[in-house]
């Protein structure tokens, strides 16, 4: 009797278990489920070559798997493979994809089957980790951790955290993290924060925190209807076409703002309020956009001559022909000023001193008719301001890099003067606190409240007042 060689056993092993597999997947017309599935490679596993027919409760591969869906745990040493739903724990040292193709090697009446159960909308509940990628072609409820990317085609309700960059197609509900970057294209609910940049073209609520920062819509106070949301971007430049929360930053942009912005540059929309709405508070250096802004000529207790030029805008004014608020006895405006101040004499020096700073202030402009009257200006023949400040204080002709900051509150009665309607004759009492360091130069006051000169901070307070011009 002829033997039969070690390498013909192989092939002939082989081949029966092919024809085995192949048998078994001809007769196979629905799904089936399995507790558990050990794969070398997708095609090369215990379910055979149509792993994709398979719901597995567990599924080890050593390095890639495919399935229908995997219900408690999935690992992979490079990727894996779902059809259409993960509901545990997948984990791969490079990809996990959820939603590769529902209806592979499906007859009609199979599809037809399979989009009656809603196998045709790929999901994943639960948490996926990978070292590069993880993609859902569909909805996710819980957390991706990738060292790359997350990618969810639907809607996220959970956390993303990717060393690049997390994108969601449509609504985003959770916390991303993100080493360069996050998109969430419909709207937002939650936090945003990346190195670089995070982006919504719907609306937001929540914070965006980031170099650069962009949503189409932030909720807020103001939003018309009434909303309990609220919305914030902290970055160098944030953007938003309606905002109606916050933005901190070294510059802000909005088209149409009823929120707060607080950065050096502050951009937004010159058209008044609408009538159902109110307009924001911009809080800045330089405002563009600005209505109401003012030129102070003044005299006060420290300095001779002052020097201010405002920038801000109206709180409350309508939409009509002369934008007088409709159901307000005042003009509500929001200023910022930009302070220099000069005194050439010095009580204790032969030498001046000069300040430069910057003051935000609430004006108030009464208000009497909602149409100015013919025989003479009756809007505006007065006005009413507070507001707080700060000016750094240099005692040579350079700028001093010492401790030397003069912070005042302040109170501030104007009135127009008679046949020149843009002129104001104003005073202003102050609460000054002088901050400094250098003993050898600081301010002296006539009357001194308090004062400490026995520590490293020192400072000293008192009562101050203004007088001048308004234009």
């Not at 938003?240 to 070294?250: C, E, K, N, P, V």
Request: proline share 3%.
């Amino acid at each position: 009797m002829q033997s039969i060689s070690l390498p013909k056993l192989l092939i002939l092993f082989v081949l029966f278990i092919t024809i085995a597999t192949v048998s078994h997947g001809q007769v196979r017309k629905r799904y089936r489920k399995s507790a558990l599935q050990l794969s070398l490679v997708s095609g090369v596993s215990t379910n055979g070559i149509h792993p994709a027919w398979y719901f597995n409760k567990f599924s080890f591969n050593i390095f890639s798997g495919t399935s229908a869906g995997v219900k408690h745990f999935e690992i992979s040493g490079i990727s894996s493979a779902t059809l259409s739903f993960s509901t545990g724990i997948q984990i791969a040292g490079i990809a996990n994809v959820v939603g590769t193709n529902t209806f592979v090697n499906l007859k009609i009446s199979d599809e037809r089957e399979v989009m009656k159960e809603e196998l045709n909308e790929p999901l994943m509940h639960g948490i996926q980790l990978s070292g590069l990628i993880n993609l859902v072609r569909g909805n996710v409820f819980g957390a991706q951790i990738s060292g790359g990317l997350n990618i969810a085609y639907g809607a996220m309700y959970g956390t993303q955290w990717a060393g690049f960059g997390n994108v969601v197609n449509e609504d985003f509900r959770g916390v991303q993290l993100a080493g360069i970057y996050n998109v969430a294209s419909r709207s937002v609910a939650g936090i945003q924060l990346s190195l670089l940049g995070n982006i919504t073209r719907g609306p937001m609520t929540g914070i965006q925190l980031g170099m650069f920062n962009s949503s189409r819509r932030m909720m807020g106070k103001n939003t018309n209807p009434k909303t309990s949301a609220r919305s914030m971007q902290i970055g160098l430049f944030n953007s938003s076409r309606t905002m109606a929360g916050t933005q901190i930053g070294l510059i802000n942009k909005a088209k149409e703002m009823s929120g707060t912005q607080i950065g050096l540059i502050n951009f937004f929309s010159t058209r008044p309020a609408k009538r159902a709405s109110k307009s924001g508070t911009p809080i800045g250096i330089l405002n563009f956009g600005s209505t109401g802004s003012f030129t102070r000529f003044s005299y006060n207790d420290q300095f001779q001559y002052n020097l201010e030029r405002s920038t801000g805008n109206c709180a409350n004014c309508s939409d009509t022909q002369y934008q007088l608020p409709l159901n307000d006895d005042f003009q509500r405006f929001n200023q910022n000023s930009l302070i220099v101040s000069y005194n050439p004499t010095e009580r204790q020096k032969e030498h001046g001193y000069w300040a430069m700073g910057w003051r935000f202030e609430k004006l108030l402009y009464r208000n009497y008719t909602p149409v100015p009257m013919k025989s003479g200006p009756q809007n505006g023949a007065y006005f009413l301001a507070w507001g707080m400040g700060n000016q750094h204080i240099n005692w040579t002709d350079q700028i001093d890099t010492n401790l030397s900051e003069l912070t005042s509150l302040q109170a501030t009665y104007g009135r127009r003067v008679k046949f020149l309607a843009s002129f104001y004759l104003y005073v202003t009492a102050r609460i000054n606190t002088y901050f400094y360091k250098d003993t050898t130069y600081k301010l002296s006051p006539i009357m001194v409240l308090y004062e400490n000169d026995s520590s490293n901070l020192k400072y000293m307070s008192w009562l101050g007042y203004t007088i001048g011009i308004q234009v």
